[in-house]
């Protein structure tokens, strides 16, 4: 079985990006190791495995670890108005279950769903609590929501558990950072000797971003979250696989999958290669960070997207896609 070093210690412990600001002046924390072990991405969206699609990759495909992903909030989608302008939210949540599914078999992962509802929130704090309650009165209850992720834990046994920064979702998705608070939730009601290692993507993917973060990301590149002082790992995602690919080939290779979210990619008119630098995942444990700190989102996102709560279905769809 191809094992190279960089799964014997598959992040490494190289120094931060120099183009992103607030790089960790604490000590690192110690590599985690993926060879060999069970997996569990959680996300909240199908597309959500994208940026961990690499680090999947090199672990399932090639060096003995079992992924299984997680995908919570899949039903009554709006994701596919901005790329398609589909209305049709229904319709919408069947193509993404497809899509990840074919991105979970890209990976060698087992994939489930939880079928909650998208819904529509704000871009803040207080969306993420309106996320969650308005889950628990759907699911009848936020404890039958943490059940559901104990049903996962308990089944599948994961030693890893990776998923987006609960502090922030990456993009300051509500949906993103509430599934993580609910998993949480159930990893503190395990045993401590079954609790799983959590890491999170600490990466800065906003929409709205300042010009010179924008210039990275819009090209799929990968930038750490601004000013964030935890201790961080990385993952490089340029180390060659057995297959003669890169790591990062297997982030495009999700892109693709995921059509409705990344048409230009999936039609072949961009084709992402941002510099080298920007083909690392920063990521922090749960034990370097307080997963409910707040207000690293309450000026990031667009403003509309602050205050979708308030509006009808229509303005809302107008503001996405300008009709």
Known sequence: MFMPSLLTAILSL???SPQVAGSSEAPDPP???LAGRRIL?????????STFAPMLAEACRFNGARCHLVVAQDADS????????????DKCSEMRRMEVSASAANLNATH???GWREGRYNWNDAGVESNLAGLAREQGGRSRLVDRFMQTLESFRPEVVLAFDPRH?????????AVVRLLLEAVDRLEPRQRPEVWFGSDFAVPGAPEEIAR?????GIVRWPGDRAPVVWYDMTAPLPDGRTAYDYLVDALRLNATQFGEVATGRLTPSPDPSHRRLP????ADIDPAQAGLCEERAPGFLRNVESMPDDVFVKAVIGR
């Open 14 to 16: 190289a120094s931060p």
């Open 112 to 114: 489930e769903f939880f």
């Open 169 to 177: 979702g990456t993009t300051c998705h509500p949906n993103h950072r």
């Open 78 to 89: 709006w994701g596919c108005l901005m790329g398609l302008g589909l209305e049709d939210r």
């Open 31 to 33: 590599a985690l190791v």
């Open 41 to 49: 991405h959680v996300g909240a969206h199908p597309d959500d495995e």
């Open 216 to 220: 990275i990301t819009d090209g799929f």
């Open 283 to 286: 990521l922090v444990r749960r």
